[in-house]
């Protein structure tokens, strides 16, 4: 179609027409045109410019980076072309050659600036922070000492003020990258991507609710503004076509709002809202798809669609760039799943990343689950290890909460409230795998003891009173005891008790009928049949 509407163009009106495409957002038709005039004059700045443009435009970062490749061996004079070559390389990922392309150009003062800024945010993307660091300050001190061109412009500084909170978010300063985000906003005026970068910063400070704020006010205009971009249609079951992979789609960043959403959504346990928000975002094919995306839509169907959630995470582990999670996800869902040889051997084919992308516990964690296969009590050892290490440090944390509540400082209490409950989500799985090498042997005893020793940090947890309630119950001569811990889950969702799994009420059932409750099973039995007759 765009190759027919090429050749319909009337004499004298090619430009009029590219220019009409290019701003009614029809870049692929634009380029289709563009293409089809510079195979008669291959030197056409104008049309190279365009064309570069369009690409970039699309998101086409590399077909970019050619077309201003031409344009710098045509016209070496214009420097602007050299910078536009750079920051397009970057986008494809191509760093070395991006950071090649931007070195003349810190020769010149009216694009020293901005070079610097370039190279501060490669080294960023490669992960040399020190570097980035470097640069970043060298742009602010040429902004400071009132450098000429562009250098004087307010934006200038904000630019380098975000490159600078993204070095703080990384160093783990999240309030302080927050704090460089809102004030380059203040320049800049409203931004997505801006209050998006916010948004991650409270997402890793666990602040959801100030998180969540964020990502409604980019939904809300997102959806005000661009409602070509049919947001929520798909979760309605209305067929849509793919919006595409656009510089617009990204400069709304919906893609991430809805990405940090579902992620939210995920930790809080709310599964359907997890997968609603991955739904609710622009249409796009499966082949559009950003790494982010298909890694969350893999991890928040898994229990629906292993299989396609397994396709999905193994793909991104062979791209660059793949989420950095990846990794580790893949290895647990495969212990999860019970694919030991499979965890095994991804292990083992990719050495490089397990020092890069795991960290100690979680490599240790992994190596004693899939030790266990082979060697139980080598792996509890490995296990045993782990899980003195980590009550070592809940010791020591229960500590520094005490001591930052007799001073009075809050916002100790708060840092040292939030290690405490990060280091228990690591001893709990650990404590689990244990009590399953005795679980597995059937020696309940042995579970019971397991649990008993953790329950100075476990017993306000919901998964270690869970699998208390289980081997009590499996024990056949403790069902009293087996109550106390199954009644309260139950309680707790009394008017939603369908959400309960049955195998929680079935074994509260039994209980009751073996300890001659009948009355409260009688009870529970009518409790859950009203809920099924109200689905």
């Known amino acids: 179609a765009a190759a027919m509407e090429a050749a319909a163009v009337p004499d004298g009106q090619y430009t009029a027409v590219v ?30 410019s365009l064309l570069g443009y369009c690409h970039y435009q699309l998101q086409d970062f590399a077909a970019a980076a050619e077309c201003y490749e031409q344009l710098v061996a045509l016209h070496p004079e214009l420097d602007a072309y050299r910078l536009y070559q750079a920051q397009a390389l970057y986008k494809a990922g191509l760093y070395a ?21 370039l190279q501060a945010a490669i080294h960023y993307a490669q992960g040399d922070l020190p570097a980035a660091k470097s640069l970043v300050e060298e742009a602010l001190a040429t902004t400071a000492d009132g450098g000429t061109g562009a ?23 999240h309030e302080e990258a927050s704090g460089k985000f809102a004030g380059a906003m203040q320049v800049l005026g409203y931004c997505p991507e801006l209050s998006y970068n ?17 990502i409604s006010d980019i939904i809300e ?27 617009l789609l990204h400069r709304t960043a919906l893609v991430e709002a809805f990405n940090l959403k579902a ?44 299989s396609e959630g397994f396709e999905k995470l193994q793909f991104l582990l062979l791209q660059n760039p793949c989420p950095p999670e990846t990794f580790g996800n893949l290895l647990l869902l495969y212990c999860k799943h019970q694919y030991y040889d499979l965890a095994a051997d991804v292990l083992a084919e990719n050495a490089h990343l397990t020092y890069k992308l795991l960290t100690p516990y979680l490599y240790n964690f992994l190596d004693a689950i899939i030790t266990c296969q082979t060697a139980p009590e080598e792996a509890f050892h490995k296990l045993d290890d782990s899980a003195g290490t980590l009550t070592e440090q809940l010791r020591k944390l229960t500590k520094q909460v005490q001591e930052a509540r007799q001073n009075w400082d809050d916002e100790a209490v708060k840092k040292a409230v939030n290690e405490y409950d990060e280091t228990l989500d690591k001893y709990v799985p650990v404590l689990m795998a244990q009590a399953k090498i005795y679980w597995d042997m059937k020696n309940y005893t042995m579970v019971e003891k397991i649990f008993r020793k953790s329950v100075e ?17 499996m024990q056949e001569n403790k069902y009293k005891e087996a109550i106390s811990f199954y009644e309260p889950i139950v309680k707790k969702h009394y008017d939603n008790i369908l959400h309960v799994s049955a195998i929680v009420l079935a074994n509260l ?9 009948n009355e409260d099973a009688e009870e529970l039995m009518r409790k859950i049949e009203k809920g099924e007759e109200q689905l």
């Open 198 to 214: 916010m948004a991650l910063c409270c997402y890793a400070a666990k602040q959801y609710a100030p998180a969540l704020k964020h």
């Open 263 to 306: 992620a939210i959504e995920y930790q809080l346990r709310n599964l359907k809202a997890a997968q609603e928000a991955l739904t609710d975002m622009p249409p796009r094919a499966e082949e559009e798809l950003d790494p982010v995306t298909l890694h969350n839509q893999a991890l928040m169907n898994m229990d629906n669609q292993p």
């Open 97 to 117: 050659e991006a950071l090649r392309t931007a070195s003349p150009l810190l020769d010149l003062p009216a694009y020293q600036g901005r070079a610097l800024r």
């Open 457 to 473: 940090f476990c017993n306000e947890h919901e998964v270690w009173k869970l699998n208390v309630a289980h081997v009590l119950f």
């Open 221 to 247: 205009r997102g959806i005000h503004q661009h409602p070509e971009l049919s947001v929520g249609m798909t979760t309605e079951g209305i067929d849509v076509r793919s919006v595409g992979n656009t510089l």
């Open 151 to 173: 250098a004087e412009d307010p934006s200038e500084r904000a630019d380098a003020e975000i490159i600078l909170g993204c070095l703080l978010y990384r160093q783990g300063r």
């Open 19 to 48: 220019y009409g495409l290019i701003g009614g957002g029809r870049c692929g038709e634009a380029v289709s045109l563009l293409s089809r005039e510079l195979q008669k004059s291959c030197r056409s700045r104008g049309g190279l």
């Open 509 to 517: 059932c039994v209980s009751y009928i073996l300890t001659s409750q």
